[in-house]
Every structure is written in C-alpha cells, then in structure tokens.
C-alpha cells in the first residue's frame, strides 16, 4: 500500500494544503530512460476510424453503404440493363408466340372472271415499262390482232409475241389490270399453264398501280427465266409491316422486313417447291392458286389439279379455308395492320422481257445459264417464247357480306381508279364469262425441265425482282414497281 500525494500548492501564502489518496498499486518498476507507451486511443477516435474505413469501401461488398460514387452508378446502370432486357424478352417471347384468330368466314361469290369475255374486265396498260424490260406492252385491239390475248369458253391466253422480226424496241406482250379494286376477299386462280423461257419475267400480283408502294403489293405468282426454282410469294409495303413472327406455313421465308426498299427491294417473301411453278406444274396439268386478303392477315394456298379441295371445284359451293390446312405462305397481322397497307388492289397479270430481273447477269447467266445477252437473244430468238404464256380456267373472287361495293377504272389504258364503296371493296356480281377464240398458238414444248422461283432480289438460288423506285411525273409512274 502507498500514498500518493497529489498536493496543490498556493504560491502566494506558501500553504500546504494535503490531500492524499490511497492506492494499492504495485511497486513502481525501478526508472528507466526509455519512453514511455502511447496511451490507448480515445473512443472518439476509434470512431472516427471506423468511418474512414467506411468511407474508404472498407466495409463488406453486399453493404451499399461501403460503395464508392462510381461502384454506386454501375450497379444501378446493371439493374436498368437487366429490366430493359426482361421487358424486351417479355415483349419478343408474347410477339413470337402470338397468331391471329383465321377463323372460318361465310365467303360467297361476288366476281367470276372467265369465258369469253374474260379479257373484257381488264385495263391494257400500254405506257413504258418502269422496270427497264426489253418490251414493248400494246393495248386490247393490237393484241387481239397479233393473237397475244384470246379466249373461249374453257380458257383464257396471255402470251408474247414469237416472231422474229421488228424487236428492235422491244418484244411486244401483254399487261393487263383489273378494272375492279378490292380490299379483302379470297381469290381462287385456276391456272393451267405459267409462262417460262430465257428472258422471260411473268408474274399474276394485285397492287394499287396509282398508289403504290402506299398500297402494298401481293405477289401470288412471280418467276424468271427458265422458272426452275418454284414460286415465291411476296409482299411489298411502305414501313411498319414485318414477318419476323410464328407463321403457319409449308413454304420456305426469306426476308421478313416487307419494306419495298429494304435488302434491295426484296420484300418478305416465301418460296415454294419445285411443282408450284413452271413447266412441273405445267405437266401436272397445273393447278389453283388461292389467296385470302383480310385483317388477320394474307395467306397463300397452291393446289394440284387432282387435289383440288371440292369446296372450290363445287361451282355453287363456299370455299373455307379453316378447312385446308397450312397455307404455302403466310404474312399474319401479328407485326403488320394488314388493312391499312393493303388497299384498293386490283388484279394484275403480265410478262415482262428482260428487265431488272430476268435480264440481270446474276440470274440470266449465272444461274440459269442464258446465251448471249437478254436483250440479244429475245430480239433475235421469237422460238424461245413458245412456252412464254399464261392459260387460264377461271379467276374468282369471294367476299363476306360486309363487303363494300365495287371500284371501277374509268378508261382503257387508264389505271386511274373510282373510290371505293364502303370498305373500298368490289361488290359487283356479274360474272366475267371469258376465254379464248382457240389458238394453238403458244402451245409447244421447251427442252427444259427446271423450274424457276419467284422473282425478287433475294438471295440463295432465289429469282430476283427489283425496279427503279423513282417515279416519274407522267401516267407510267403511276405503274412503278419493286420487285420481290
């Protein structure tokens, strides 16, 4: 035990003022001139410390609080990323598993095109031809005289011209336009023969001529040259229509973007197999073609003749396509309003010469092995055009009862057309008779066996379509056309 004495001093009265405490402390160690230890660290300090620490990220990774700024900024930056994505997959996954309801509609004849007078409900479009064609289009009276357009009571003929002489401007061959408009129905195309040949570009579409590519453009039936590839079906708009959807069809796609200038004015389009098209469809005594226009969306059948569904071989029946089964093609409305970029459609069927398509080394030469060149060998090789025609049965049209009235061109040569009724859509029910003063003409064979796809500008073995998409300030610029 030791006192301490812990005594203050008064200075001024010399006082002695004790004050003693007791402690039991040890002895003190003997005196040494080391230092002395730092004294332990104040509370305060240890806390300020631990913030520093904090401040410095020193505190566990799961712990915010620890981020630094820049830590903080990333993770949000991640979280954001991960919600856009879950939002567009959500958004992909509902889209890409989406369909339109194509359920059964009550169709009822509204146009019947055929007979003799099948050629007396078309326009005859005789301008230049906007896709650059070695041809030389006449009107009603020139083609009936050089037997370019006849019929009878069992067919109608569209063809070229096979004579040798005076092709210096162009082979001459036909076009031809719907003088009614349509802005949905089924269309039944019975088809017996489809044009081929080196330097050949036929196709049987429906577009607006006076308002495309506003309008849309429906390719039922497009091929080139020796047409060995089979069809393939197209569609052409102005933006905001895609097929990059589930569709519900046996065809082949290629592009999905229907844009008309997008991947060189393919547009989307599907091909079909070899006997959809030329000289195999041909000898199988060809075929229908039907094409369904309406809000869910555009389909496309292609039936042999001896697999004809009897709902459409049945004159008086009423043709269901919930009952066919998968179409060839199909362009659903899931990423496309189907009514507003198809409007006012006419019926068109023409063989083009040459042109963009058939006449481009790509496809003439490359992969359909032409002679010479396109313009050469069509001026001077009329034989070639032998197998160069269209034949058909009949072309019929179905409308729903909600269907509008009918839009009819004004003039021959003109493709200036009436507005439409209500809903812009054909009405009318009298019945096209039309088909052909018989002529042998237009019937021989042709060495090749091939069949060529569709025209269009896609790629892989597929025809090619493209066309100038300027238009010009005179009537033909009205026709302009891109090319699948």
Known sequence: MSYRNLTSMDAGDRTYIPDYELHNDPPAPPYTATASAAPPAAPQAAAVTAEK???????????????????????????AVVIVALVVGIYEGTKSSSYPDYSSLSYSLKDTYSGSSFFDEFEYYTAADTTDGFVDYVDSSTASEMNLTYASSSRAVLRVDTSTSNQTSGRKSVRITSKNTYNNGLFIFDITHTPFGCATWPALWLTDPSNWPEHGEIDVLESNNKGTNGNAMTLHTTSGCKMDVKRKETGTASYTNC??????????????????????????????????????????????????????SNSSGSPDPSSWGEALADFPSTDCDISSHFKNQSIIVNIDVCGDLAGASKYYTDLYDCPSTCTEWAAENGANFTNAYWEFKSFKVYQTSSSGSTSTASSAGSFSTASAGVNGVSTSTTTVQAAVTSSSAGQGSSGSGDQQGQGGQSEGGQGSQSQSESESENESSSQNRVWS
């Open 53 to 79: 620490a904090k401040a410095a990220g020193a505190g566990p990774w799961y712990d915010p609080r620890s981020w630094s700024l820049l830590t903080k900024s990333i993770v949000a930056g991640g979280i």
């Open 259 to 312: 844009l008309n200038t997008a991947n060189d004015n393919a547009g989307c389009g599907v091909s079909g197999g070899k006997a959809t098209y030329g000289e195999k469809f041909n000898t199988n005594g060809g075929g229908v073609y039907a094409m369904e226009l309406r809000d869910a969306g555009i389909r496309v059948w292609m039936f042999s003749r001896d697999d004809i569904p009897s709902d459409i």
